[in-house]
Each structure stands twice: as structure tokens, then as C-alpha cells.
């Protein structure tokens, strides 16, 4: 019996939301949640591809043995669209429940960085920055979303490349 595709991405993606909040709670525990260095985005980035391999390797498993590259780009992008929504629910609860004055804190941490990168920055435009920034943070959500499934994406290409095996044709 063919395992269903929808089926895996689902698992697999709420496994990758729950691993995904599991280090996001981590770093608020450590109050570096406000910071997206380098290394914080590769180590998300790397949970991402970890969970979406993972699921291929098991739906391979499942099939048989057999993996289509199509089979591979579903399952890639539909576990990183789960995990995303899983993020932004934790995203949501955090910046409105946990911490209401995320943002205040967060623009304040952005404020400093900006600053100390460009010192010709005016404060007059850093406000005009914030401004047009809080006009269009509702694009945030949208943009997280459609950035998580391009990644998820391409960990289901480069996962398919290596684990792609077609039925024989007999």
C-alpha cells in the first residue's frame, strides 16, 4: 500500500514545529531571543533540513524503498509549511502573551546594532524606518510562511536528489 504523502508531512512537520519551539523557548530561557545571528538562523535552518530528511528517508522507507523527486518536493515543503505554522503560533503567543513588549524590546536591541553598523544613521531616520515598519509587520507572517516552504523546498530537492529511486518498470 502506498503511504500518503500528507500523511508524513504532517507528522514530520509538527515534529519540526515542536523542535522549533522547543529551541525558541531555549533561547528566551537565555533571553537571546531578540538576536538572529548567523548562527541561530543556520542551527534553525539545520532543524529544518534534519526533520525534512528524516521524513523522506521514512517515507522511502514505507514505499518500499521507492522515492519519486516529486514525492520528495511535496514532503520537503509540506513538513516546512506545518513546522512554519507551528513557528508562527508560537511567534503569535510570544510577541501577545508571553512577552507583550517583544517588539519594544526587539526594536530597541535593532536600534543599538544599527546604530553601532552605521553611525551616520539620524535618529530622525531610524523613526521613519520604525514607522513604515510597523505599518507593514502583519507582511511578517506571510513572509515567514512563504520563506519556510522555499526552504523546505530545497531540502526536498536536495533530499530527493540523493534519495530519489523509481519503481522498476516491469
Known sequence: MQPKIGKYALNFGLLLGLVSVVFNVMLFSVDMHYEQTPAIQII???ILFALVFIGITQFRKANG???KLGEALKLGTGIAVVGAVIGLIYYFLLTNVIEPGFMDKASEFAKVKAFENNPKLTQEQWDQGMEMQKK?????YP???IFQ?????IAGL????IFKKDKPAY
Not at 536536495?158 to 536528489?161: E, F, P, S, T
Open 158 to 161: 536536495v533530499a530527493g536528489l
Open 136 to 140: 507593514f509587520a502583519w507582511i511578517a
Open 44 to 46: 534553525g535552518i539545520s
Open 143 to 145: 513572509f515567514i510562511l
Open 65 to 67: 524503498g521507492y522515492l
Open 149 to 153: 516552504a522555499l526552504i523546505g523546498l
